[in-house]
């Protein structure tokens, strides 16, 4: 029998033997590899291929065509689609001419889109026959039936039945007679029907757009060669032949830039490190444990290489069966979470695993079962057959030259973090990180040495504590280093979390208050507006209303005015309004005497200081029809209503001076509808051209997902410090007999298990608040700058911090003063 193969079956025997160490230890080797199976499995599932949504897209026609804006030249092509505007008008087609252009043979029906505001929520349309058969399998039918004329039929996400009635904008009330399922995208809020009050769009956005277009059922394939004919008459294609013959887009390695190379190499590094660090402390329990079998082994003949193999087989069988069982629960988790996240929006695909990145995952999780093993594999191979067999603890001898090397590797890392803040993305500071963590590895012998000379100044249990820590500083430093690891990488995504969290709200700006309504008309007839004005007026009765102007010029082409200015670093380009002395108090919440002034003398009032040089501020007067002009305008600054309010009030008197006409379009209130408010659906009756906002403030919170790291950092801190600890009890044994000998009490028996506890997690956490901090203020830069000139924002989450760095060593000391810790009696050597 070979050396491996029994070395196998002993690693095998063992790991059944001590169930609850091998359990700990699979747990520390597969739950990362469960995680990053799981967000792989989810992220393919939750992507839906062109060929997979291919009959969502299009039913059983072979092709879709949709009617593009007046004046869009169009080119699509096998590699790209390129449009732009200016070009000349085509004629708009009818269903007869889009037939024709197909060719003899060609049938073709109705299929338009758009979108509306139904209880101030986004509603998909879809104008369409569903009853004719090139729609199968666009939607399916779970209650009721398909509609006709005057009927729809709506997704369950809307939450109507069979005979309820829809009220849209615009359109007389509808009967909904059926309830439809997008196959793909179980949230999806969307009304389908045969006479729906969709609105042409303006411009052409994208080639996924809402539009008029049709369906067609061709007697050949639509193929590449046909498409540039069908752009010319203004038509986008989207062709079953064509999304069949592409070919599949593949992700490859080569692909990938220098920047996203080392960042994944840098999670990769960290991925391992983090489980040898927390798998370590328990494999070294297990070497404890067989030290004697395994001097029995060497007394037999056996070498030190085969003492090697016995333990490295631990690693392989140990994290083979981890990889293994995570590997398939990440898969079932992945799939099933695709599921669960497609119910709050998104959409889900047919099951899918990306085998190559899952299969990487899964070697990464075997190798560094694999690596975690390897100290105590040397160790092994180095004990001492003799002191072994007689029963008493092996020495311990530090390596001189490692505190230098870790030093060495500590200030490069800590030089590289300075380069890499410079850059700009996070990549490089976490590949500058992953140098000072290795550092801190290798010093964290000699920082246990170190630290243990306050040992002479502690109470009996925590003397007994740091020294016996001290004596074991193989088995300590790695449980030490393991916390610092976890501490490290959890303190500095919260500091560049939080700076990220606080940048966000610094540069959050608006032009209105907080609070306030804006109803804007577009392009209508002035009876229409005044129509709308009325509406308002009778919805909001008691609401003083002020009024907002369009700049139009001779040709009645509308103009916007707008400047530029920099808000927390950044370039933001703001909107002027036109208004008078009301609309000027709504914006700055109260009267302001000198602004009223200025206004009233034909100055623009402008909320971003910056903006006015020389008592001038510079506009630009754009139009998407119109020749675009430079203003440059007499204005004063103002404080406004809230501190992160900016924009520009314009008279209509300086507006008019400068060659423009100014017609009333826009409404303002200080006024927040209620969730049950008719208003918007009473304005959509007057017109479609209506829109309308709410100016909510600044609603982000924190992200959630920086507590979600804490939970994890709970259970590998807590996890890896009970595991260390439980091995300094075994080794504990000879001086907790000898106490318990004279008489000291089971309490100070706990408290010296409590205090090696308190030691790992404590200093662990200290070295890693320090080397987080460093690299979460070198995050803070990349994470927050969006180019020359705009400072970093660093931001401290201390009730985060002070969770991570006392809140879970105190846990674990806690957890293991209340752990049972049996005390079998100890033979003594006389």
């Not at 690693?11 to 199976?37: C, D, F, K």
């Not at 963590?437 to 007994?464: C, K, S």
Request: hydrophobic share 50%; aromatic share 4%; no cysteine.
């Amino acid at each position: 029998m070979s050396a491996l193969r029994v070395a196998l079956r002993l690693a095998r025997r063992n790991a059944w033997r001590s169930r609850g160490r091998s359990v700990l230890i699979m747990v520390m080797i597969g739950l990362p590899v469960l995680v990053i199976t799981g967000v792989f499995t989810l992220t393919e599932t939750m992507s839906v291929s062109p060929r997979e949504g291919l009959v969502t897209e299009l039913g059983t026609a072979d092709a879709r065509l949709l009617q593009t804006p007046e004046g869009t030249v169009l080119q699509q092509e096998p590699n790209g689609t390129s449009w732009n505007t200016g070009g000349p008008a085509a004629p708009k087609l009818g269903t007869a001419e889009v037939a024709a252009l197909l060719g003899p043979g060609a049938r073709v029906i109705p299929f338009s889109t758009g979108e509306i505001r139904l209880g101030g929520e986004r509603v998909d349309l879809m104008e369409t026959d569903l009853r004719d058969p090139l729609t199968r399998g666009m939607l399916t039918l779970s209650e009721g039936r398909l509609p006709a004329g005057r009927e729809v039929a709506v997704t369950p996400a809307l939450g109507l039945r069979p005979g309820d009635l829809l009220r849209l904008p615009g359109a007389a009330p509808l009967t909904v007679v059926g309830v439809v399922e997008h196959p793909f995208q179980p949230s999806l809020r969307e009304v389908v029907g045969l006479d729906l009050p969709l609105t042409p769009p303006d411009d052409f956005v994208s080639p996924t757009m809402y539009g008029t277009g049709w369906l067609a059922d061709t007697a050949k394939p639509v193929s590449w060669s046909v498409i540039p004919t069908l752009n010319r008459a203004g038509l986008y294609v989207t062709s079953h032949a064509t999304i069949l013959t592409s070919p599949r887009a593949v992700i490859r390695l080569a692909s990938m830039g220098v920047q996203e190379t080392v960042g994944l190499g840098a999670m990769v590094i960290m991925v391992v490190l983090e489980t040898v660090l927390l798998a370590g402390p328990a494999f070294a329990v297990g070497l404890k444990r067989r030290r004697r079998e395994l001097a029995e082994i060497a007394a037999q003949g056996g070498s030190a290489g085969h003492l090697r193999t016995i333990v490295l087989t631990d690693g392989l069988v140990l994290g083979g069966a981890a990889t293994l069982v995570a590997t398939v629960l990440g898969i079932g988790a992945g799939t099933l979470g695709a599921q669960v996240v497609t119910r709050w929006g998104g959409q889900v695909g047919p099951a899918e695993v990306p085998w190559g990145p899952v299969l990487g995952v899964a070697a990464l999780g075997l190798i560094a079962g694999i690596v975690a093993a390897l100290v105590p594999a040397v160790q092994a191979a180095r004990q001492d057959t003799a002191t072994v067999l007689a029963g008493r603890a092996p020495a311990t001898a530090d390596r001189p030259g490692w505190p230098l090397a870790g030093a060495v590797l500590v200030l490069a890392g800590l030089g590289a973090t300075v380069v890499a803040r410079r850059q700009s993305g996070s990549a490089w500071v976490w590949a500058a990180a992953v140098l000072v963590m290795i550092g801190l590895v290798v010093l964290t012998p000699w920082l246990v040495r170190f630290t243990g000379r306050v040992a002479t100044r502690l109470r009996l249990p925590l003397r007994v504590s740091v020294r016996d820590a001290v004596r074991h500083r193989s088995r300590t430093a790695s449980a030490v280093a393991a916390v610092m690891a976890v501490t490290a990488t959890v303190v500095a995504m919260g500091i560049g979390a939080q700076s990220e969290y606080m940048d966000r709200r610094n540069a959050y700006t608006s032009a209105r208050p907080t609070g306030m309504l804006a109803i804007w008309g577009g392009t209508m007839a002035d009876a229409t507006w005044n129509k709308l004005r009325a509406v308002a007026a009778r919805q909001l009765p008691g609401v003083p209303l002020a009024a907002g102007y369009q700049a139009r010029d001779a040709q009645d082409h509308r103009y916007a005015l707008r400047y530029t200015v920099r808000w927390n670093g950044a370039r933001t380009r703001r909107t002027a309004a036109i208004g008078d002395r009301a609309l000027l108090s709504l914006l700055q919440g109260r009267d302001d005497p000198r602004a009223a002034a200025a206004l009233a003398s034909g100055k623009a009032v402008v909320f971003d200081a910056s903006a006015v040089r020389d008592g001038k501020l510079t506009l630009r007067a754009s139009s998407t029809s119109g020749p675009a002009r430079k203003l440059e305008v007499p204005a004063v600054a103002a404080t406004p209503a809230d501190e992160h309010q900016g924009g520009a009030l314009l008279p209509r008197a300086l507006v008019e001076q400068a060659g423009f006409t100014a017609a009333e379009r826009q409404l303002y209130a200080m006024y927040r509808p209620p969730a049950d408010s008719t208003l918007w659906r009473d304005l959509g009756k007057v017109t479609s051209r209506v829109t309308f906002a709410t100016e909510e403030g600044y609603r982000n919170t924190p992200d959630p997902g920086l507590w979600g790291w804490l939970g994890g950092a709970l259970v590998l801190v807590v996890g890896g410090t009970l595991t260390a600890t439980r091995l300094a009890a075994a080794d504990m044994r000879p001086e907790r007999a000898t106490m318990l000998a004279i008489g000291a009490p089971p309490g100070t028996l706990r408290m010296v298990v409590a205090g090696q506890a308190l030691y790992i997690s404590g200093l662990g956490a200290l070295v890693g608040l320090v080397a987080g901090t460093v690299t979460g203020v070198a995050l803070s830069r990349p994470m927050t700058t969006y180019g020359d000139g705009d400072p970093a924002t660093i931001a401290i989450p201390w009730p985060f911090l002070i969770a991570v760095v006392v809140g879970l060593p105190v846990l674990a000391t806690v957890a293991a003063l209340i752990t049972r810790t049996r005390l079998p009696l100890v033979r003594r050597l006389v």
